[in-house]
């Protein structure tokens, strides 16, 4: 075996593909003799001293981890605050990265990842450790700056423009005397990528879904109200999908304006596809239904976009390769270098070019009126959904998700008081 | 051409797989040289002459239908009322049946339709009309009687299962920082089919769904969060499977209590994951997330069930050679004849026997804490989500599904005036 340790950890909400980043990177670190730690539960466990020896799973384990959506390794929301603030927990992080002779450290995340593994990065460079520190991409936000798509995106942009697709045959066929206005509530608090997606369902504006509401727009009730009423009559029946974070134009949340009281007298929780299904029920007189998918449309490993789960591996295995070249605090990014035929490759981006920024959706992607996405988008979003990687599935009808061991190593420090 | 035509009406709630059934009456129509008429939208078209001519649609076409979910033809929810007091419609149908030479007429659809198949078989019989009625089945609910199980069930219970273990494991991955409980809210207003289906999710009691709500069983609210409490502690983490149509002990839904006001005095829109969802959040402030999965559980092709496909055709295959041999007023049913390896065939049961009545989820499904199923439930619903059915994608990523050409046939008749 090599000198030294590699430790991989995975952060924030998980994707359909993230343990297929997981899988590449023990796989690559496997062929290259280096040892693979995993903290449970993201940087948690990096602090707890919790960590898992990934030696003890099996090849079929590692390979069945490419097919299995969740967070194999456990994660968690929590942000490390700047190295003044904060400096107690970054120089425990050294000292139990130095106990376990951890020379290179792949953080598996969005913005916050890569903004603690370029902190993380800093604070060793200043206390001389040899570290390398490596962000992973992963988010289905597609937020993430400098690269061109977040592995975890394509799978849910996929699982979202199909299941639009599917519920619009379902609701025109219904239409005549029952349902004619279905609500599809998208993730994205701050930027419409995943409603946008579902645009892809459709080719043409009398096509599902007639109407999005994007975050990018402010939400204007009584222009959303007479849309509806224009596309039923039209086309008999409307699919409206909305972007979880859309606004009033004073800056409001949708979501919040959903949240009363129940008959009981207790809290409701809000909703944006419950709360725009009241509206057109009670201002239109319509037949209505919606749908909350919430964790399902990132968790569909069984509907993952093939050209989604392959930049997830390429992503797995170059944070790797450039871990071993010492390319610290980099992020292997995926670089488009053509639309047709769709092509890209693994590039290192600078983690301080990636942390703590945002990329919005380009106005050019959204159609004049607002509800629709324009030829540039279609452009842009319909490769990332490309192609299928369905995951085996057992006699029992289900896919065969693996659970790893996760036996945890032994600790070499006392416990942490944070 | 045989002499005589064939009509085929799509009713109730549409499945993924009804239009499997519609492929294969009109492929075995084709075969035996019949011709087929469709009714659009269920027995609305028929009352008002709106007859569809499959023989407009190219072979492909009639293929690529079998994968297509939503109902083709357009379906209805339209209830005829007995011979008695809705006999100027069932006359009108005779009356457009001999217009159109209507000598079988095939009625795809659940406990209603049945019903009214029977009804018209009847009223032609008293008007010495030659007609054969056959009801061919279709319900997500499974709540038919006499057949083993409803073509529609297994794939949305297929998809059920599948998204509850994926979402699991996004639960799981998340607990120790965010949430802690997840509510998925499954179709199933007055058996818990669906729900019960999520069971087979998880093979032990700690694996998820930890709690299941079946209508079957009085909501118990203070039990119910100690049982989630219970969960929390041992696991980390619960998922809720609740059925829709659960009800507290005096009857009332949980849904109808679900439904408020939101903070503009605007009526809120009840369901059960987001009451309870509020209630674990209030009682035991513990994160909380839900899904409404809604018509994407029942229009979800792209997760379709291959024992489920396969008897949807088999239903629909089937009625064509009831009709043609002039076996009247009857339905095809699914006879299981051998659980391991599951074994079933198709049989003739009289509609009477079907019509208004209601299939019940048997009581040795239920676990006796009544959070659960059983083996006994496991070994029933199994083999109805085994194999995979997977419709053809094209390049732009998304299911290859069939919009018809649906050329209406000229009418012979006034307007109706219903």
């Not at 970054?90 to 969005?110: P, T």
């Not at 976009?305 to 070249?325: H, P, Y």
């Amino acid at each position: 075996m090599v000198a030294g340790t590699l430790l991989y950890a995975q952060s924030g909400g998980v994707t359909a593909v993230i343990n297929a980043s997981a899988s590449a990177v023990i796989t690559e670190a496997r062929a290259r003799k280096v040892k693979v730690l995993a903290a449970r539960n993201g940087i948690l466990g990096a602090l707890r001293e919790d960590l898992i020896d990934t030696s003890k799973e099996s090849a079929a384990a590692i390979r069945a981890l490419a097919h299995t959506p969740g967070g194999a390794f456990g994660s968690c929301r929590y942000k490390l605050k700047s190295l003044e603030v904060d400096s107690a927990k970054y120089e425990r992080l050294l000292e139990v990265f130095k106990a376990h002779d951890v020379r290179w450290f792949l953080y598996n995340g969005g913005n916050d990842s890569a903004d603690t593994a370029l902190k993380v990065s800093q604070l060793a460079k200043a206390y001389d450790y040899p570290l390398t520190c490596i962000g992973v991409p992963k988010t289905v936000d597609n937020d993430l700056a400098v690269t061109d798509t977040c592995p975890g995106f394509g799978s849910a942009a996929k699982y979202t423009a199909v299941s639009v697709r599917e519920a619009a045959l379902d609701v025109a066929a219904m239409a005549e005397t029952s349902t004619k206005v279905f609500v599809y509530e998208a993730m994205g608090r701050h930027a419409g990528w995943l409603a946008a997606a579902a645009g892809l369902a459709g080719k043409n504006p009398d096509e599902a879904p007639q109407i999005i509401l994007f975050p990018e727009r402010a939400y204007d009730e009584a222009a959303f109200l007479a849309q509806v009423k224009k596309v039923v009559a039209k086309v008999g029946w409307c699919v409206v999908v909305a972007s979880e974070g859309i606004q009033y134009a004073d800056g409001r949340f949708v979501a919040d304006a959903g949240g009363g009281k129940d008959s009981f007298g207790h809290t409701q929780l809000g909703g944006v596809a419950s709360y725009l299904a009241g509206r057109v029920k009670n201002e239109l007189g319509m037949k209505v239904h919606w749908t909350l998918p919430d964790y399902l449309q990132r968790s569909a490993r069984h509907l993952a976009s093939k050209s989604d789960w392959e930049q997830a591996q390429a992503a797995g295995k170059a944070a790797v390769q450039f871990a071993l070249k010492g390319q610290n605090a980099v992020m292997p990014v995926i670089v488009r270098t053509s639309n047709a035929p769709y092509k890209w490759r693994i590039e290192a981006a600078p983690l301080s070019k990636v942390a703590n920024h945002e990329k919005k959706m380009p106005n050019s992607f959204l159609r004049k009126d607002g509800y629709g996405i324009t030829a540039a988008a279609r452009t842009y979003l319909e490769p990332l959904i490309r192609g299928e990687a369905y995951p085996p599935y057992g006699r029992d009808g289900l896919p065969n998700y693996v659970t790893l061991k996760n036996v945890a190593v032994k600790k070499k420090l006392a416990d942490w008081e944070g």
